[in-house]
């Protein structure tokens, strides 16, 4: 059975960082893209970053690009998501999501809360 | 805003069918048959009913089925249930910058 499970999240202030941890578990992580993809509260889901099985590319949604940075450690069976200068509007539930390889996102993780607040 | 237009409700009595429509155009929906649907109830995450336009994971109710027309996705729920009750959200691969694309979320009210 596939499992992700986020930690890492938690209150920071404008300006700070926080890092996202995914655990995979029930597949071979290697294999697949991996995703970043949240939600800020009552809202709709946004794609938020992707990285390549090999780790060697990286895609990042306009809004994070250049604060926000992607990877994995296909050894530990994890993949990250290192945020800095966060804003007021990067509040969000962040769930780590594993990529079908049928072009959708096929298991989901239990999320993160990531709140951003003085 | 969203990329993808889906309506904010839509409501049906139990035994019902309703259909849930996600509007994009040719550079997503239009462009690629690689549209997905998902189904989240509240506090959970998402969970995959539809990919590729049309095909079901394995575990997913056949009253569950998508299709598309130009760029136009639906999602037709058949046999309306108690437990369909809740969000979805269609979402398409887009080429690049953003690669994916989601709608605004559809809430469905078994009346």
């Known amino acids: 059975e596939v499992q992700l499970v986020e930690s890492g999240g938690g209150l920071v202030q404008p300006g700070g960082s926080l890092r996202l941890s995914c655990a995979a578990s029930g597949f071979t992580l290697s294999r697949y893209w991996m995703h970043w993809v949240r939600q800020a509260p009552g809202k709709g889901l946004e794609w938020v970053a992707s990285?390549?099985?090999?780790?060697?590319?990286?895609d990042y949604v306009d809004s994070v690009k250049g604060r926000f940075t992607v990877s994995r450690d296909n050894a530990k069976n994890s993949q990250y998501l290192q945020m800095t200068s966060l804003r007021d509007e990067d509040t969000a539930v962040y769930f780590c999501v594993k990529d079908s390889g049928n072009w959708a996102f096929d298991s989901w993780g239990q999320g993160a809360l990531a709140t951003v607040s003085s | 805003q969203s990329a993808l237009t889906q309506p904010r409700s839509v409501s049906g009595s139990p035994g019902q069918s309703i259909t849930i429509s996600c509007t994009g155009t040719?550079?997503?929906?239009?462009?690629?048959?690689?549209v997905s649907w998902y189904q989240q109830h509240p506090g959970k995450a998402p969970k995959l009913i539809i990919y590729?336009?049309?095909k079901r994971p394995s575990g997913v109710p056949d009253r569950f089925s998508g299709s598309k027309s130009g760029n136009t996705a639906s999602l037709t729920i058949s046999g309306l249930q108690a437990d369909d009750e809740t969000d979805y959200y269609c979402?398409?691969?887009?080429?690049?910058?953003?690669?994916?694309?989601f709608g605004g979320g559809t809430k469905v009210t078994v009346l």
């Open positions: 590729d336009v049309t």
């Open positions: 979402c398409s691969f887009a080429g690049s910058h953003p690669p994916w694309v």
């Open positions: 990285v390549k099985p090999d780790g060697s590319e990286q």
């Open positions: 040719s550079s997503d929906v239009g462009g690629y048959n690689y």
